[in-house]
């Protein structure tokens, strides 16, 4: 699907800076934190495409941004599901022509029980989601960041993997392991053979945001913006 980009929704921008010409792929971006990502990307002129496991928040989406004039695609796909994974990367190679410049991992959710009463599923289904999905889509999305010649990847954690919270041991685990996914495989040792290869790395920790999820807020007693997220080279 293409659309046409409106002008009077992007003439804030142009005093900035302009991602004309440049792909995206954003998962989980039909709420919260990717749903904001995805409205400064297509801001800026970038081509996006967004998944959900929702098809109605999908196809909701879809007809907003398009009535914006951004150009954003979108497919259902559960990211805890390898078999999709690959779907989804299939679809993106396709429509992008075989060529990534962006992947941000952003998908994620939490299982809110006492560990306890975390099941073996409950591990599991977070694991897939939170963690597997993101180490795996940097794989499959390998070939095209690497043909783009200017490839970035950004990993959202969150603020559960640095600091104890309230909300989940199990969640905070799974953020952890993208933090040190980040930060020592792709940055560090490992990141030579990215880097070497084009590729930019970067991690975001968001504090509690305001999207349907979560009820609460703690610490500053309000929910935090997306333009308070950190992102870490």
């Known amino acids: ?16 800076w302009s991602l004309q010409g440049m792909t995206a792929l954003v998962t989980g971006g039909t ?3 990717g749903h904001a990502i995805i409205e400064e990307l297509a801001g800026l002129r970038a081509r996006i495409h967004t998944c959900s496991r929702t098809e109605t928040d999908l196809n909701k989406c879809l007809l907003d941004w398009a ?35 962006i992947l941000i991992n ?4 939490a299982i809110l029980k006492p560990t306890p009463d975390i099941t073996t599923e409950d591990f599991s289904f ?12 940097c794989q ?9 010649g200017a490839g970035s990847i950004v990993f ?25 996914f980040r930060e020592y495989h792709l940055s560090n040792s490992n990141g030579t053979h990215w880097r070497a290869r084009g590729s930019v790395i970067l991690g975001g920790i ?10 609460r807020a703690d610490f500053l007693h309000r929910w935090g913006h997306v333009s308070e997220c950190l992102l870490l080279p």
Do not use: W
């Open 206 to 215: 968001p504090v509690s945001t305001s999207i349907l999820l979560y009820n």
């Open 67 to 101: 009535a914006k004039g951004f150009q954003v695609t979108g497919s259902v796909c559960d990211v805890s599901s390898q078999a999709q994974r690959e779907k989804l990367i299939n679809t993106v190679s396709s429509e992008f022509g075989g060529k990534l410049n």
């Open 106 to 109: 952003n998908v994620g959710t």
């Open 126 to 137: 977070m694991m897939g989601t939170n963690f597997e999905s993101a180490y795996n889509l």
């Open 1 to 16: 699907m293409e659309v046409r980009m409106a002008q009077s929704d992007n003439s804030r921008k142009d005093n900035r």
């Open 156 to 180: 959202l954690s969150s603020i559960a993997g640095v600091v104890s919270v309230s909300f989940g041991s199990l969640y905070g685990v799974t953020k952890v392991h993208s933090k040190v």
């Open 31 to 33: 709420k919260g934190i």
């Open 140 to 148: 499959l999305a390998y070939p095209l960041l690497k043909a783009s």
